[in-house]
């Protein structure tokens, strides 16, 4: 046990805990769940004085004893993936279980996990289509033309998102450009006579757009008293939402603006 507990060994856990949780919050995990998981895999090696401080994009692990050995990561890119999160805790619990395992196979094991592919873009497109389409439905767009038009629109605005996100790496600006197309393509429609009005396209094609599961983590961080990132999950949600309110409120206005009615 002396052997394991030298300085070595305990940077090599201390970088492995950092590592879980750096992929963690990357993948929109919530702040105590990652708090929980880098002090468990911590524990499960001997090392209890372990503190741990997250904001939204960086996580720090740091011992409170005499050799203070602190490790950081920044998060530059952020998404939803909870399937990856899913994979990481389980990868969690089978590290604490497994004594035995060493820290090389366990990081190999997570760099697997890393760059593990999510989902098709096909059936991303196609469950987009499905849910936007469904919820235009909902809202009163009961009829066959509204559904194929909202199921198109949601699909073009995704990807929009995806290709002005490559190019500015601003998830509001890619928020706001994509919101400007579907606003427009509600009005054209409108305007050409296919629907009579643009509100059920509208707020069917914008769902996939809404920040409703960051909304629901930056929730769940303040009741678990992670203020600061409960507060900072909750304004980068506003901040998405505001987003999309400005895209199709700027082109209904330049439509009401060129004689368009509404």
């Not at 090392?47 to 920044?74: E, L, Q």
């Not at 995704?158 to 500015?168: A, H, Q």
């Amino acid at each position: 046990m002396e052997e394991k507990h030298n300085h070595k060994y305990k940077k090599d856990v201390l970088r492995l805990a950092t590592f879980i949780g750096q992929l963690m919050l990357t993948n929109g995990a919530e702040t105590f769940r990652v708090d929980d998981t880098v002090k468990r895999i911590c524990k499960s090696r001997g090392f209890y004085h372990i503190n741990v401080f997250m904001a939204p994009n960086t996580i720090i692990v740091s011992d409170d004893r005499f050799d203070g050995y602190t490790f950081m990561k920044v998060i530059e890119n952020r998404c939803i993936n909870l399937n990856k999160i899913d994979l990481l805790n389980d990868f969690s619990r089978k590290f604490v279980s497994e004594i035995d395992m060493s820290i090389d196979d366990a990081i190999e094991e997570l760099k697997n996990l890393e760059e593990e592919p999510p989902h098709s873009q096909m059936a991303i497109n196609i469950w987009t289509a499905i849910g936007s389409s469904s919820f235009a439905v909902l809202v009163g767009g009961d009829n066959l033309i509204t559904f194929m038009l909202t199921l198109i629109t949601s699909v073009m605005a995704m990807i929009i998102y995806d290709k002005v996100k490559k190019v500015s790496n601003i998830p509001v600006f890619a928020t706001m450009v994509s919101s400007l197309i579907i606003g427009f393509c509600g009005v054209g429609l409108v305007e050409i006579g296919i629907l009579e009005t643009p509100k059920m396209l509208i707020v069917g094609s914008i769902m996939p757009l809404l920040p409703g599961v960051p909304f629901i983590k930056a929730i769940r961080d303040l009741v678990s008293g992670e203020l600061m990132s409960g507060v900072g999950r909750a304004i980068d949600a506003g901040i998405i939402a505001t987003g999309i309110a400005v895209g199709v409120g700027m082109s209904m206005n330049i439509y009401v603006k060129w004689g368009g009615m509404l």
